[in-house]
């Protein structure tokens, strides 16, 4: 049972570049979230996912997109990097069903992006 | 808007010291409150949820409280160890959603 893994651990890129962010769960977790924790701040919203098929915005939703690929699957996507995307990136999973407090319970070791 | 505060943002104790950790909020009308750690290079571990009704949580040599009308929670740490050394974050929903609104984290180091 790996619970959240995430790859890359590490990624550097150019302004303008795109990449994905993968995000994998084995715990049978309905929903999925992505975060984003910048230098001195906490987590901020990026993206949730309450089942296959479903995403919604979170806080910071602005230059990324996001596909629920399948149960346990969640990826990122940032299109054309920007500086001010250099962050720690999280993802998170949670069993809760809709309609009672769906709060992540289990995050993944992150993936530390830096954007030249 | 919701604003979540810790303070201060790193803290050195000896071992076996006990301690307090501080987290406010600006709006009291919150749905719940959890208490994370997070370990340098690793995800966040939910360690207590308060739901707005309770007024304490206790697990293990952890006890966290939660005085809504103040806007006021704080995470005890009994007989510290060096284990214990990582960020410890807070956050609050405002209702049965799943948006949290986290601080900014208080980095702890226990000293052998």
């Known amino acids: 049972n790996a619970g959240v893994t995430q790859t890359p651990k590490f990624q550097v890129l150019k302004t303008g570049q795109s990449m994905t962010l993968q995000c994998a769960q084995d715990m049978n977790h309905n929903s999925m979230y992505w975060y984003r924790q910048d230098p001195g701040m906490g987590l901020r919203l990026i993206y949730y996912s309450a089942s296959e098929g479903t995403t919604d915005k979170g806080e910071v939703p602005n230059g990324y997109n996001v596909s629920r690929l399948n149960k346990r699957e969640f990826s990122l996507r940032l299109e054309s990097a920007a500086p001010s995307q250099t962050s720690v990136y999280f993802c998170?999973?949670?069993?809760?069903?809709?309609?009672?407090?769906?709060?992540?319970?289990?995050f993944g070791p992150g993936t530390r992006l830096t954007v030249t | 808007k919701q604003e979540v505060t810790q303070i201060p943002a790193a803290l050195s104790v000896p071992e076996g010291e006990n301690l307090v950790l501080n987290c406010s909020f600006t709006d009291s009308a919150i749905y719940n409150l959890q208490w994370f750690r997070q370990d340098p290079g690793k995800g966040l571990t939910s360690l207590l949820l308060i739901q707005s009704s309770q007024r304490e949580q206790t697990s293990g040599r952890l006890n966290a409280s939660l005085d809504k009308s103040s806007g006021r929670s704080t995470l005890y740490i009994a007989a510290s160890q060096p284990g214990d050394s990582a960020t410890y974050l807070c956050?609050?929903?405002?209702?049965?959603?799943?948006?949290?609104?986290f601080g900014s984290g208080t980095r702890l180091l226990v000293r052998p």
């Open positions: 998170a999973s949670s069993e809760a069903h809709g309609g009672l407090a769906d709060l992540p319970t289990s």
């Open positions: 956050a609050v929903s405002k209702d049965s959603s799943y948006k949290l609104i």
